[in-house]
Protein backbone atom coordinates (compact mmCIF):
# COMPACT_ATOMS: atom_id res chain seq x y z
CA UNK A 1 0.00 0.00 0.00
CA UNK A 2 2.65 2.46 0.94
CA UNK A 3 4.26 1.99 -2.40
CA UNK A 4 1.76 2.96 -4.14
CA UNK A 5 1.21 6.15 -2.40
CA UNK A 6 5.04 6.91 -2.88
CA UNK A 7 4.42 6.30 -6.88
CA UNK A 8 1.26 8.36 -6.69
CA UNK A 9 2.87 11.24 -5.04
CA UNK A 10 5.79 11.05 -7.38
CA UNK A 11 3.39 10.78 -10.26
CA UNK A 12 1.42 13.96 -9.63
CA UNK A 13 4.76 15.77 -8.75
CA UNK A 14 6.53 15.14 -11.66
CA UNK A 15 3.52 16.15 -13.55
CA UNK A 16 3.20 19.55 -11.63
CA UNK A 17 6.95 19.61 -12.59
CA UNK A 18 6.71 19.06 -16.08
CA UNK A 19 3.92 21.21 -16.61
CA UNK A 20 5.86 24.36 -14.89
CA UNK A 21 8.77 23.90 -16.52
CA UNK A 22 7.45 24.38 -19.99
CA UNK A 23 7.89 28.39 -19.81
CA UNK A 24 4.57 29.01 -21.39
CA UNK A 25 3.34 31.47 -19.81
CA UNK A 26 0.83 33.02 -22.35
CA UNK A 27 -0.93 29.81 -22.98
CA UNK A 28 -1.57 29.68 -18.94
CA UNK A 29 -2.59 33.11 -18.18
CA UNK A 30 -5.07 32.56 -21.65
CA UNK A 31 -6.21 29.69 -19.84
CA UNK A 32 -6.48 31.19 -16.55
CA UNK A 33 -8.54 33.78 -18.74
CA UNK A 34 -10.93 31.92 -20.42
CA UNK A 35 -11.51 29.74 -16.77
CA UNK A 36 -12.24 33.21 -14.77
CA UNK A 37 -14.33 33.93 -17.99
CA UNK A 38 -16.44 30.79 -17.41
CA UNK A 39 -16.83 30.90 -14.18
CA UNK A 40 -18.24 34.61 -14.58
CA UNK A 41 -20.35 33.30 -17.28
CA UNK A 42 -21.49 30.65 -14.88
CA UNK A 43 -22.18 33.05 -11.92
CA UNK A 44 -24.54 35.60 -14.07
CA UNK A 45 -26.21 32.39 -15.56
CA UNK A 46 -26.97 30.92 -12.11
CA UNK A 47 -27.98 34.45 -10.73
CA UNK A 48 -30.70 34.85 -13.72
CA UNK A 49 -32.37 31.17 -13.48
CA UNK A 50 -32.60 32.35 -9.56
CA UNK A 51 -34.59 35.46 -10.67
CA UNK A 52 -36.43 33.75 -13.18
CA UNK A 53 -37.91 31.04 -10.27
CA UNK A 54 -38.25 34.02 -7.97
CA UNK A 55 -40.33 35.69 -10.33
CA UNK A 56 -42.38 32.56 -11.34
CA UNK A 57 -42.60 31.55 -7.60
CA UNK A 58 -43.81 34.65 -6.39
CA UNK A 59 -45.83 36.72 -9.28
CA UNK A 60 -46.80 34.61 -12.22
CA UNK A 61 -47.79 31.07 -10.05
CA UNK A 62 -48.58 33.40 -6.71
CA UNK A 63 -47.50 30.70 -4.93
CA UNK A 64 -44.66 32.43 -2.13
CA UNK A 65 -45.76 36.10 -2.79
CA UNK A 66 -46.05 38.62 -0.02
CA UNK A 67 -47.24 42.12 -0.12
CA UNK A 68 -43.64 44.64 -0.62
CA UNK A 69 -42.63 42.09 -3.21
CA UNK A 70 -45.93 42.25 -5.40
CA UNK A 71 -45.68 46.15 -4.76
CA UNK A 72 -42.36 47.01 -6.06
CA UNK A 73 -41.76 44.51 -9.41
CA UNK A 74 -39.09 47.52 -10.11
CA UNK A 75 -36.45 45.16 -8.28
CA UNK A 76 -37.16 42.40 -10.88
CA UNK A 77 -38.58 43.95 -14.40
CA UNK A 78 -37.10 46.72 -16.69
CA UNK A 79 -38.99 49.77 -17.47
CA UNK A 80 -39.63 47.72 -20.94
CA UNK A 81 -40.90 44.60 -19.28
CA UNK A 82 -43.24 46.31 -16.82
CA UNK A 83 -44.78 48.84 -19.57
CA UNK A 84 -45.11 45.12 -21.36
CA UNK A 85 -47.11 43.62 -18.62
CA UNK A 86 -49.25 46.78 -18.10
CA UNK A 87 -49.99 46.83 -21.93
CA UNK A 88 -50.93 43.20 -21.77
CA UNK A 89 -52.99 43.33 -18.91
CA UNK A 90 -56.64 42.90 -19.88
CA UNK A 91 -59.01 43.76 -16.99
CA UNK A 92 -60.20 46.97 -15.58
CA UNK A 93 -57.54 48.42 -13.54
CA UNK A 94 -58.87 51.22 -10.49
CA UNK A 95 -55.55 51.11 -8.69
CA UNK A 96 -52.80 52.17 -9.44
CA UNK A 97 -50.54 50.32 -12.05
CA UNK A 98 -51.65 46.60 -12.72
CA UNK A 99 -49.55 44.25 -14.43
CA UNK A 100 -50.44 40.99 -16.40
CA UNK A 101 -48.18 38.26 -14.72
CA UNK A 102 -49.98 35.58 -15.89
CA UNK A 103 -48.33 36.82 -19.66
CA UNK A 104 -45.56 34.61 -18.36
CA UNK A 105 -47.64 31.44 -18.15
CA UNK A 106 -50.05 29.67 -20.14
CA UNK A 107 -53.38 31.02 -21.28
CA UNK A 108 -55.34 28.22 -18.82
CA UNK A 109 -57.80 29.90 -16.49
CA UNK A 110 -58.82 26.42 -14.82
CA UNK A 111 -56.67 23.47 -14.00
CA UNK A 112 -55.92 20.69 -16.51
CA UNK A 113 -58.46 17.77 -15.90
CA UNK A 114 -57.23 15.02 -13.50
CA UNK A 115 -54.38 17.08 -12.73
CA UNK A 116 -52.49 17.48 -9.51
CA UNK A 117 -53.37 21.30 -10.14
CA UNK A 118 -49.84 22.26 -9.23
CA UNK A 119 -47.51 24.95 -11.27
CA UNK A 120 -43.92 24.04 -11.04
CA UNK A 121 -40.97 25.03 -13.82
CA UNK A 122 -39.85 22.28 -15.22
CA UNK A 123 -36.45 23.50 -16.81
CA UNK A 124 -34.69 26.87 -17.48
CA UNK A 125 -32.16 26.84 -19.90
CA UNK A 126 -29.98 29.33 -21.04
CA UNK A 127 -30.50 30.52 -24.68
CA UNK A 128 -28.57 33.50 -27.02
CA UNK A 129 -28.31 37.21 -26.08
CA UNK A 130 -29.49 36.84 -22.69
CA UNK A 131 -32.83 35.07 -23.19
CA UNK A 132 -33.54 31.93 -21.49
CA UNK A 133 -36.38 29.43 -22.60
CA UNK A 134 -38.54 28.27 -19.22
CA UNK A 135 -40.51 24.93 -19.57
CA UNK A 136 -43.17 24.46 -17.03
CA UNK A 137 -46.71 23.18 -15.87
CA UNK A 138 -49.16 25.44 -15.22
CA UNK A 139 -51.80 23.83 -13.07
CA UNK A 140 -50.93 20.85 -15.52
CA UNK A 141 -51.02 22.55 -18.73
CA UNK A 142 -47.66 22.39 -20.34
CA UNK A 143 -45.77 25.75 -21.10
CA UNK A 144 -43.22 27.64 -22.51
CA UNK A 145 -41.82 30.97 -22.42
CA UNK A 146 -38.84 32.94 -23.56
CA UNK A 147 -37.65 35.54 -21.27
CA UNK A 148 -34.69 37.91 -21.37
CA UNK A 149 -32.35 38.93 -19.18
CA UNK A 150 -31.02 42.50 -19.20
CA UNK A 151 -28.80 43.88 -16.19
CA UNK A 152 -30.30 41.44 -13.48
CA UNK A 153 -33.97 42.05 -14.57
CA UNK A 154 -36.71 40.51 -16.93
CA UNK A 155 -36.58 42.61 -19.61
CA UNK A 156 -39.12 41.22 -22.70
CA UNK A 157 -41.14 37.77 -22.79
CA UNK A 158 -42.59 35.89 -25.27
CA UNK A 159 -45.10 32.87 -24.67
CA UNK A 160 -43.99 30.40 -27.27
CA UNK A 161 -45.99 27.11 -26.55
CA UNK A 162 -48.93 25.68 -24.38
CA UNK A 163 -50.69 22.67 -24.26
CA UNK A 164 -53.88 24.76 -23.71
CA UNK A 165 -57.04 24.88 -25.66
CA UNK A 166 -59.83 26.64 -25.65
CA UNK A 167 -61.78 24.13 -26.81
CA UNK A 168 -62.05 21.71 -23.81
Known sequence: MRVFKLMFYVLLLTGFACCGASGNSDAAADSIGRNSMTEETHTVNTENINLINLVYRKFVFAIDSDGYEINNPEKYFTANALKKLMDDYTFDCDNGYCYAYYALRTEAQDS????????????????????????????????KTRIRIVDGKIDDYERIESSYSKKL
Request: aromatic share 18%.
Open 112 to 143: KPESDDVSIIYSIDMSENGWYLVSYSDMGWFG
